[in-house]
């Protein structure tokens, strides 16, 4: 069964850093693309970042890039993303989420788009 566990978030003061964790299994990890979405009260799910099986990133968007920084360990069957200089508007749930089989386009972040999700980890940026 593919299983994507998240975790690494928590509450953080503005201006502080989180580094979120995803381990996958059940699957060969090294083959697939990987996201984060992350998805904020009272709002849907919308996607922060791709990163190909090879590492290099697919899509960022505009208001992270710069403090968001997504990587990988394909030998540990890891996704992680580290979060710098935290703002209150970053606050949400951030699940990790698998490619689908060929996908090769930008996510808007519908569930649709990927093949499986985490449980997501939450994180609180609050003074």
């Known amino acids: 069964e593919v299983q994507l566990v998240e975790s690494g978030g928590g509450m953080v003061q503005p201006g502080g850093s989180l580094r979120l964790s995803c381990v996958g299994s059940?699957?060969?990890?090294?083959?697939?693309?990987m996201n984060w979405v992350c998805q904020a009260p009272g709002k849907g799910p919308d996607s922060v970042s791709g990163i190909r099986s090879s590492g290099s990133r697919t899509y960022g968007s505009d208001t992270v890039t710069g403090r968001y920084t997504m990587y990988r360990h394909n030998t540990k069957n890891t996704l992680y993303m580290q979060i710098n200089n935290l703002k209150p508007e970053d606050t949400a749930l951030y699940y990790c989420a698998r490619d689908r089989p060929l996908w090769n386009t930008v996510h808007s972040g519908n569930r649709e788009e990927y093949d499986n999700w985490g449980q997501g980890t939450q994180v609180t940026v609050t003074s």
């Open positions: 059940g699957f060969t990890f090294s083959r697939y693309g």
